[in-house]
């Protein structure tokens, strides 16, 4: 079993930043993928970015080149550095471990982008 707990949500101007946190808890954190998601009210879910074991990372068009994934595998825990930040970026961000067929989520951190 897996428990992801986000933290680093809050209250932003547009234009500023923000970073998110992912703490795992259990084994093989390393070797599984770990995810950024977001939902916003009345949208599904959708991918923000992914970065695997061996540190390749993928992002989705409307973040690229605003926000950057990393992860520390000393300290299991995955973050997403968030620049720039837009009005549309307002969601609920959750993280997602994956590894082989198993996948856990996180409770979400609220993110929203106001002046």
């Known amino acids: 079993q897996v428990q992801l707990v986000e933290s680093g949500g809050g209250l932003v101007q547009p234009g500023g930043s923000l970073r998110l946190s992912c703490a795992a808890s259990?084994?093989?954190?390393?070797?599984?993928?770990m995810g950024w998601y977001r939902q916003a009210p009345g949208k599904q879910r959708e991918l923000v970015a992914t970065?695997?074991?061996?540190?390749?990372?993928n992002y989705a068009d409307s973040v690229k080149g605003r926000f950057t994934v990393s992860r520390d595998n000393a300290k299991n825990t995955v973050y997403l550095q968030m620049n720039s930040l837009k009005p549309e970026d307002t969601a609920v961000y959750y993280c997602?471990?994956?590894?082989?067929?198993?996948?856990?989520w996180g409770q979400g951190t609220q993110v929203t982008v106001s002046s």
């Open positions: 997602n471990y994956k590894l082989i067929a198993n996948s856990y």
């Open positions: 970065i695997d074991s061996y540190g390749n990372t």
């Open positions: 259990g084994s093989f954190f390393s070797i599984a993928t």
